[in-house]
């Protein structure tokens, strides 16, 4: 992938974690907690051995949730999707200084 390309992903990430925030303030939490999961999806294509327990523990809580979001009849609680969009957030921050410490991406400006 290009520079750009790269940018347009992580840019496409965070605007999935603004609509999260957004769905949850209004009480989707089944939807937002569906696009806090793709925003962290979309930065997994990017594997470089340098992500933590954690950020991998806090996709798979994020792909649960989303799971349940999307296919049970119980909807994740306000707290979990708080959690998981706070927890995606954080990868997606991971994987943008991953790929600015690589020189995949401009390091970010301001």
Known sequence: MSREELAELIERARRNLSAARTLLREGH??????????????????????FTIEHHEALRRAFEDRHKGDYGTVFPTTADVERRIA?????????????????LLAPPTG
């Open 87 to 103: 927890e995606c957030c954080t990868f997606v921050d991971a994987v943008a200084a991953f790929l600015s410490r690589k020189a």
């Open 29 to 50: 939490n089944d939807i937002g907690v569906s696009r806090a999961y793709y925003a962290a999806f979309h930065e997994r294509l990017v594997r470089g051995g340098e």
